[in-house]
């Protein structure tokens, strides 16, 4: 696909997918809609891509959620692609670890986004938000029902009901932000995530993942435990190559050689 509004990077094992519309505040149209999930659909079936890098181009913002303005010149809602706003929010089958990479406003959609990450690394001059109300909307790309999962339902009603901001401290003070660096620390602050989850073997890591949404959703934590094994992941690790590397390794005094496979 012919990306005109998204960039993607692959460095090794490691795919990044920048929104590039600095000039609107990265605001997410219908036809960035598409190149989105293309670019998450080629990552998720890519063997040899194990983690995906979510950012911004610019200084001002990660994504400031919907363009409003094509929006309204349109007429109508063009609806979204196969998995949901920005070709992530109803990807609910991806179990490769996901790290939103966060500066500037990261509001609306792009803050759906980034809740639909498993990481968010903000620099300290990140701001968050669903101000969908004020314009007559509402964050029904996930973002009142992830925002609640995540931050707890009364304190997600109060942000939601107000509009109101999240800065990147009062984020990780949430538990809503991993980690919180300097505008110029943030490159490197993410390339440090990547690296040590690089060192873990990436068929444990997505079974781990899938374990940890899906358990989520079981009934209750003995339902977890007992039901797990079926989770589709935990079958693909336990025939996996790297399932035998770890222990071999181990054995031999080496580092592991990680295939994902």
């Known amino acids: 696909m012919d990306y005109q509004h998204i960039d993607?990077?692959?460095?090794?094992?490691?795919?990044?997918?920048?929104?590039?519309?600095?000039?609107?505040?990265?605001?997410?149209?219908?036809?960035?809609?598409?190149?989105?999930?293309?670019?998450?659909?080629?990552?998720?079936?890519?063997?040899?891509?194990?983690?995906?890098?979510?950012?911004?181009?610019?200084?001002?913002?990660?994504c400031a959620g919907s363009d409003l303005k094509a929006i309204a010149e349109g007429?109508?809602?063009?609806?979204?692609?196969?998995?949901?706003?920005?070709?992530l929010i109803e990807r609910f089958d991806l179990n490769k670890p996901l790290i939103a990479a966060v500066n500037g406003i990261c509001l609306g959609g792009g803050f759906e986004v980034a809740l639909a990450c498993d990481i968010i690394i903000a620099t300290d001059t990140a701001s968050?938000?669903?101000?969908?109300?004020?314009?007559?909307?509402?964050?029904?790309?996930?973002?009142?029902?992830?925002?609640?999962?995540?931050?707890?339902?009364?304190?997600?009603?109060?942000?939601?009901?107000?509009?109101?901001?999240?800065?990147?401290?009062?984020?990780?003070?949430?538990?809503?932000?991993?980690?919180?660096?300097?505008?110029?620390?943030?490159?490197n602050a993410v390339e440090r995530w990547c690296q040590e989850i690089l060192k873990g073997a990436p068929m444990a890591i997505r079974a781990s993942k899938e374990a940890i949404m899906r358990g989520l959703d079981e009934p209750s934590l003995e339902d977890a435990l007992t039901n797990q094994e079926e989770y589709p992941a935990f079958h693909a690790w336990r025939r996996a190559e790297d399932t035998r590397?770890?222990?071999?390794?181990?054995?031999?005094?080496?580092?592991?050689?990680?295939?994902g496979r």
């Open 8 to 62: 993607v990077k692959q460095s090794p094992r490691v795919t990044h997918i920048t929104f590039n519309r600095p000039e609107v505040m990265n605001a997410i149209n219908p036809r960035m809609h598409e190149e989105l999930q293309h670019a998450f659909d080629a990552f998720s079936s890519d063997d040899e891509q194990f983690i995906g890098v979510v950012k911004g181009a610019g200084e001002r913002a990660f």
């Open 75 to 87: 007429g109508r809602h063009a609806g979204y692609p196969e998995d949901g706003y920005a070709g």
């Open 128 to 187: 968050f938000g669903l101000p969908e109300p004020r314009v007559g909307a509402v964050a029904l790309g996930g973002g009142v029902h992830r925002l609640a999962r995540q931050i707890g339902l009364k304190r997600a009603m109060g942000y939601v009901f107000t509009c109101g901001r999240i800065s990147a401290e009062e984020g990780l003070n949430l538990g809503l932000v991993n980690e919180v660096v300097a505008v110029d620390e943030l490159d």
């Open 245 to 259: 590397e770890g222990p071999k390794a181990f054995a031999e005094k080496r580092s592991p050689v990680w295939k």
